[in-house]
């Protein structure tokens, strides 16, 4: 089986346990929908589910311009009859025109400036991506008379940094550490502007630290893949903090169960909810579980928490996107680790080519450098 097939197969058997309901696979069948960012961690595995949902009369439109990627290599992008991807930026007519003259009926706006530090190194680049691109693209969704567009927000963004746990969509705060949450919060915001003026149809999904295949180590990635990239080079790994902190690490293909109930179900309309899975595991616990796996015995080096990481602990409640949308996440941390860990060693040579880590980086870990 080819990386291709394999993926093809994982999101396949995904989508059978969850049994989607008869009306919703009706809804999705030939229609043409617009992913942007859809060549990235999350829309590499969206776009294999979307391209099975609207059938061989459908299309999936791809629009990415790249730059999460090193040597801009489309390789994420699994080659399907039904998967146009064109190379393109958010930012830009010429771009948006191309996509839009593919009569696109629901968009998942998943493009972004990914994530925080990167943000911190290039804010202005952040919010031209983040903010003028998405509302570029809110401008031709409206005009083109899309009939729902699905915004990916982020948990990270919204609660702060001390907030009452599980996080719930009733509380927000003010008190943001980057420019990455900022443009995530006023990006709720434009959303819920554009559905107030001009009527239309948007949700608001809140993610929580997604892992799982698809997603290629690099200085501004997350700490999952990033883990895995250093205990398989046999590198140690580094903690920024004492390692009690936590997060709700989520599998991709949940995220995806909750984006394509997103895109259907009436009551997620107008609202904001978490997709996550509810649970927590600690930083700590994770480095010993890629440790383990990767057979490192090199130990933890532990390091001053970085200044903008206020969050000691993430865990989201996920009651409203289950009484909305009947977000269910199927998948344990075990398992879904397990399958991170097995797409890693299937594309090992792939991944270390183009793990991003360049010397001389702004961000707060250069391990290659200290190591050498
Ligand atoms: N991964 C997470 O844990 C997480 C958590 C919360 C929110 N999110 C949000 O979910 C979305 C997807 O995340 P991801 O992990 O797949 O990120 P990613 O970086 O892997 O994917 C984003 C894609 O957008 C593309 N892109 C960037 N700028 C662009 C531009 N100007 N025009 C067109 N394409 C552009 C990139 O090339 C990349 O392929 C993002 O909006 C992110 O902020 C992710």
Known sequence: MNIYEKRIKWVSDYMAEINLPGELSEYFKARNILVTGGAGAIGSNLIIALSKLVGPRGKVVILDNLSSIKKRDPWNVTPLDNILFVEGDVRSDIDLKRVFKENISLIYHLAAFFANQNSVDYPENSAEVDITGLIKLLEYSRLSRVERFVYASSGCAIYGSYPKLPLSEDFISMHLTTPYQINKMTGEMYCNFYAHHY???????????????????????????????????????????????????????????????????????????????GKEVSILNLANMVNDAAGSSRPINFRPRRKWDTKPRLLASIEKAKKLIDYQPLVDFEEGFMKNIEWFRDNWERIEELADFPPGMSSALNIEEEQR
């Open 199 to 277: 009527d239309m149809n948007i949700v608001n999904c809140r993610f929580f630290n997604s892992y799982g295949p698809g997603e290629v180590p690099g200085q501004y990635r997350n700490v999952i893949p990033n883990f895995l990239y250093w205990a398989m080079k046999g590198q140690s790994l580094p903690i920024t903090g004492t390692g009690e902190e936590t997060r709700d690490f989520t599998y991709v293909l949940d995220l995806v169960q909750g984006l394509i109930k997103s895109g259907y179900f009436p009551d997620a309309v107008g609202e904001n909810f978490n997709l996550a899975s």
